[in-house]
């Protein structure tokens, strides 16, 4: 919610200054007017004597030959007022502190006088006077952390802050000392993981080298690899990934439809009788905040010092393509590029080889020899009698001839390939038996 009001704020331009400083100051102050308890620890968070406080934001105050100030939050009491300024990805401004400590100084007499600089990064000043004390932002978090599940709105407001990075301290902790030793040997296994996977991800959805991302290390702190651009419209981002969420500890892959795509509703229907009509269907969906998401997921943990991760996780990746290649042959009308909507002889071998309950390794390598014997033994024009849609009995059968003889003694998957060709014959067989008897009668 928080975010999207910040949107709208920062869009209306309502600040002439930073508007992420003004809009956050705004909706603390407001946290602090309406929930007594998270005011009373704020205060001793930042030292102030107990006190009848009003909370103000945005006030100005003149200066004699300076220019005027506006103080981000106040905080007034009967015997205590103190100033305090936001910083969120800036620091001071132009001897900001000191004309801050000068208005205090002119305007306030003997009252006794605060003044608190609140900052995101660090950012070490030394002010003698007035009560100074620095406090960070994830001080601030750490106070709504106690309160936010019980308030929607501090949930929400937390959220805004872990977004912009303001809840995250910055001490280093044993964690992440160790982390750091590690980070590039991680970051290389992940990447030779993701890269792993990577051919298969070309073969199963027919996909150019050229048509897709090279593997990155984006800012979600995720290795992946992917392409964008899965449906025919392209005014909204889509995207069809796969890769390792580090932070989650997670495989996953998934499709991801921005919410301004004329599509989106389509896809959401889709993907619910998708599953509902699939009961082995390991697909799942949930709502994003910039859009939609269809997704497979696995945890990670169970591979330490496994010394069978590599394939572990190779193999789950080729499942989730195949997955998300079903889910793509079966929805044909949201208009998929065609790439992912092909199916051809090949796609057919590994449904009948996952049929069978083949392992995923096998699956492939099995397919990868079935098109080196069949490109060995066939002219660039008779691939087109290929598709499963529309096959032809005596092309079975010389393709079938391709497993025996020369080519056959080096396939491994000879026997397999040749029960396959066999029951695509056999169904050929069939309907030509059933509309000879529709003919009769």
């Given at each position: 919610m928080f975010l999207d009001l910040y949107k709208l704020y920062s869009k209306n331009g309502y600040s002439k200054r930073s508007p992420l400083e003004d809009f956050t100051t705004e909706v603390f102050a407001g946290?602090?007017?309406?929930?007594?308890?998270?005011?009373?620890?704020?205060?001793?968070?930042?030292?102030?004597?107990?006190?009848?406080?009003?909370?103000?934001?945005q006030i100005r105050y003149s200066l004699l030959d300076r220019p005027d100030c506006i103080i981000d939050l106040l905080l007034v009491g009967e015997k205590n007022i103190c100033f305090?300024?936001?910083?969120?990805?800036?620091?001071?401004?132009?001897?900001?502190?000191?004309?801050?400590?000068?208005?205090l100084t002119v305007?306030?007499?003997?009252?006794?006088?605060?003044?608190?600089?609140?900052?995101?990064?660090?950012?070490?000043?030394?002010?003698?006077?007035?009560?100074?004390?620095?406090?960070?932002?994830?001080?601030?978090a750490d106070i709504l952390e106690k309160y936010k599940l019980d308030d929607?709105?501090?949930?929400?407001?937390?959220?805004?802050?872990?977004?912009?990075?303001?809840?995250?301290k910055n001490s280093f902790s044993p964690e992440m000392i160790i982390a750091m030793k590690n980070i590039k040997e991680v970051a290389e296994t992940l990447t030779i993981h993701v890269e792993n996977s990577r051919p298969y991800?070309?073969?199963?959805?027919?996909?150019?080298?050229?048509?897709?991302?090279?593997?990155?290390?984006d800012q979600r702190d995720r290795v992946a690899s992917y392409i964008t651009n899965i449906l025919p419209v392209h005014s909204a981002h889509t995207e069809l990934l796969y890769g390792i969420k580090s932070s989650l500890v997670k495989l996953q892959t998934q499709i991801f439809i921005n919410k301004s795509h004329s599509k989106i509703n389509e896809v959401k229907e889709a993907i619910k009788s998708y599953i509902s009509e699939n009961e082995s269907a390991k697909l799942s969906f949930r709502p994003h905040s910039a859009g939609f998401v269809i997704f497979?997921?696995?945890?990670?943990?169970?591979?330490?010092?496994?010394?069978?991760?590599?394939?572990?996780?190779k193999n789950w990746f080729i499942d989730s393509f195949y997955e998300f290649s079903n889910f793509f042959k079966a929805t044909?009308?949201?208009?998929?590029?065609?790439a992912l909507n092909e199916r051809d002889l090949f796609y057919g071998y590994e449904e009948f080889l996952r049929a069978e309950n083949y392992r995923p390794s096998t699956i492939n390598t099995y397919s990868v020899l079935a098109k080196q014997v069949i490109e060995s033994g066939?002219?660039?024009?008779?691939?087109?009698?290929?598709?499963?849609?529309?096959?032809?009995?005596?092309?079975?059968?010389?393709?079938?001839?391709?497993t025996v003889g020369d080519h056959g003694q080096e396939f491994k998957g000879k026997i397999s390939f040749r029960q396959f060709i066999n029951s695509l014959i056999d169904e050929i067989k069939k309907r030509e038996t059933e509309n000879g008897e529709a003919v009769k009668n």
């Open positions: 946290i602090l007017k309406l929930n007594s308890s998270i005011l009373v620890d704020f205060i001793q968070l930042i030292g102030l004597p107990i006190d009848d406080y009003e909370v103000k934001t305090i300024e936001n910083k969120v990805n800036s620091g001071e401004g132009w001897e900001q502190l000191d004309r801050y400590c000068e208005a305007h306030f007499g003997e009252i006794e006088k605060h003044l608190v600089y609140c900052t995101k990064f660090t950012d070490h000043k030394k002010i003698a006077e007035h009560n100074f004390k620095q406090i960070r932002w994830y001080q601030i929607p709105y501090l949930h929400n407001y937390h959220n805004f802050l872990n977004h912009y990075n303001m809840a995250q991800f070309e073969d199963i959805f027919n996909l150019d080298k050229s048509s897709f991302q090279e593997v990155i290390v497979m997921e696995r945890k990670i943990y169970d591979l330490i010092n496994d010394s069978e991760a590599d394939d572990k996780i044909p009308d949201l208009g998929w590029i065609p066939w002219g660039e024009d008779d691939w087109g009698v290929l598709d499963l849609y529309s096959p032809n009995k005596e092309t079975l059968q010389r393709l079938r001839a391709l």
